[in-house]
């Protein structure tokens, strides 16, 4: 037993690599995207810390080259569910009793071993199977994992510290438990860093987690997986299955020792979750945490004092970057009459320049989208545009090619309704609805921003008045849990803009805050009385 107290301090984000022509990292990359692509990776479960394979396969392919067979991953169902809870279960004991300065020691380890050894082998196996370009793998599967596991060791180190009042005589404090249980991890397709994050969150303050990732992102967080176990991960702690979203929930849900969900994905999903959890409460040994971000309908608002380069640039960036497919990213812009033919020609201008393909090909700024389903979707949004008679129209964009990859142009959508459907259902790709407002009706408009959508993610709102960015700050208020003043509504950066939103978008619980880790402890408070009273009578009890 240790006498020490041990405190991680604060540290820096991690730098974001260029990948210049030229450059020692922009060579090493594209080694790595070779060799990751010259093998065809047979990807198992990591279950109790062993690999384990069904033998019942599902093929991945790139999304940009759909003719290149990345590999198969072994397919669970519900008997590798049961296994995983049961070795998550097994290793709980010993993990939860683990010192807080050993388990901290593991996932700084991971994230060292991530900033060196593995950035390129896991920036390739984003690219290869998400389908992102150079830059938009670095700063999400190697510097935003990065800062999750350093930030999140500093802010539990912070949390540990917190004690409360003893007066003298006694002793008060708090300990910060795991979870009486095991936690389900459920991670999305569209960034390698929230794959890592959703299930090491809940380990790193001593839970036990079972965790399901999408199957188009299973090739990076196998790779991540073996870090963990490389870094020192126990077995058990951390368990890796690829069943079906339903089998998960049946069995897990319906488990007694069942204590908490960290998910991403979609706002139906995790609202069946929700329910189904509210059905099972009498099944648990404790109340379940339930952790969730879902979608986004994401706004960018140009004030009538815009600047007209700066909106168009941020549009470009905030609606186009890996296709659109943020849950930050924008995807509805409200731009004033005064305003307008300037920034939609610039718009125009701009979308021509960006190029579209493969991602080895680190000049293409688009890439595809993640699968056909999406692309299908995409498309049938896009051609009833073509087909709306007026109420829509494209200024930019609007093609789609299916025959080598899932390719969808960046595409603009001219909105004369602010309600038309596409300025109010996520998409979740390349495809940006604007409307043009009256410029003296700005404040009218707030309203509509306001009230559009269901969800409340990101929202950005430009202008060079102060007192215009003040107004627009108060009226949309809830509208937005990232909110941008003259920047694009995508980017947050760990210990910078904690992430997360409210209404349909989620519980707001802050990932790269210590927020998002309260949720996964369970305080337990202790009073120690020095020397205990031996009478129970108060001094007013006494007689005049």
Not at 34 to 56: A, C, F, W
């Amino acid at each position: 037993m240790h006498n020490g107290h041990f405190h991680y301090h604060q540290p820096v984000n991690e730098p974001v690599l260029s990948y210049a022509p030229g450059s020692r990292e922009r060579k090493a990359l594209q080694e790595a995207l070779k060799t990751l692509k010259s093998k065809t990776h047979d990807i198992p479960m990591y279950i109790g810390g062993q690999e384990v394979r069904s033998n019942k396969t599902f093929t991945l392919r790139a999304p940009h080259e759909t003719a290149h067979e990345i590999g198969q991953f072994h397919v669970s169902d519900r008997s590798h569910i049961n296994q995983a809870i049961e070795a998550a279960l097994a290793a709980r004991e010993r993990w939860a009793n683990t010192s807080w300065e050993h388990r901290a020691s593991i996932f700084m380890k991971a994230a060292e071993l991530l900033a060196t050894k593995y950035r390129f082998v896991m920036n390739a196996a984003t690219m290869l199977g998400q389908s992102k370009n150079a830059f938009q793998a670095e700063i999400d599967s190697a510097c935003e994992l990065i800062d999750f596991l350093r930030f999140n060791v500093h802010f539990l180190s912070n949390i540990y510290s917190e004690q409360p009042i003893s007066p003298q005589g006694f002793n008060n404090r708090i300990e910060y438990r795991p979870l009486e249980g095991f936690v389900v991890a459920i991670t999305p397709f569209n960034f390698t860093a929230i794959g890592g994050n959703l299930p090491t969150a809940p380990a790193m303050c001593g839970n036990v987690v079972v965790w399901k990732p999408a199957n188009t992102q299973v090739l990076a967080a196998s790779i991540f997986m073996q870090i963990l176990i490389e870094a020192g991960l126990p077995a058990g702690v951390i368990n890796l299955i690829y069943p079906s979203g339903s089998e998960i929930g049946d069995v897990c849900f319906n488990h007694a020792d069942f204590s908490g969900i960290h998910f991403t994905g979609s706002t139906g999903v995790f609202q069946q979750i929700w329910s189904t959890i509210g059905a099972n409460i009498g099944k648990y040994k404790t109340y379940p945490r339930i952790v969730g971000e879902t979608g986004g309908k994401d706004f960018v608002f140009a004030h009538p004092t815009a600047n007209a380069d700066a909106v168009v640039a941020n549009l470009v960036r905030g609606a186009f970057e890996y296709q659109g497919q943020k849950c930050s990213a924008a995807s509805r812009a409200y731009i004033p009459s005064n305003l307008a033919e300037e920034i939609k020609s610039k718009l125009i201008a701009e979308i021509k320049t960006l190029k579209m393909g493969p991602v080895d090909d680190f000049t293409n700024f688009v890439n595809a989208v993640i699968d056909e389903k999406s692309f299908d979707k995409l498309a049938s949004y896009i051609d009833n545009v073509k087909n709306s008679n007026g109420a829509a129209k494209i200024i930019a964009g609007g093609g789609y090619d299916k025959s080598k990859g899932w390719f969808i142009e960046p595409t603009v959508i001219e909105a004369s309704d602010p309600k038309y459907v596409t300025m109010c259902e996520e998409l979740f790709g390349p495809v940006l609805s604007l409307h043009v407002y009256e410029a003296d009706q700005w404040e009218a408009t707030l309203k509509v921003v306001d009230e559009t959508s269901p969800y409340a993610l990101t929202g950005a709102i430009f202008a060079q008045d102060r007192y215009a960015l003040e107004a627009m700050t108060q009226k949309l208020t809830n509208a937005a849990g990232n909110f941008y003043i003259n920047d694009k509504p995508t980017g947050a950066v760990v210990g910078q803009q904690p992430f997360g939103g409210a209404r349909a978008s989620g519980t707001n619980d802050k990932a790269g805050a210590p927020l998002n880790l309260y949720r996964w402890l369970s305080f337990r408070t202790i009073k120690e009385t020095y020397v205990p009273v031996t009478d129970y009578r108060y001094p007013f009890h006494q007689a005049d």
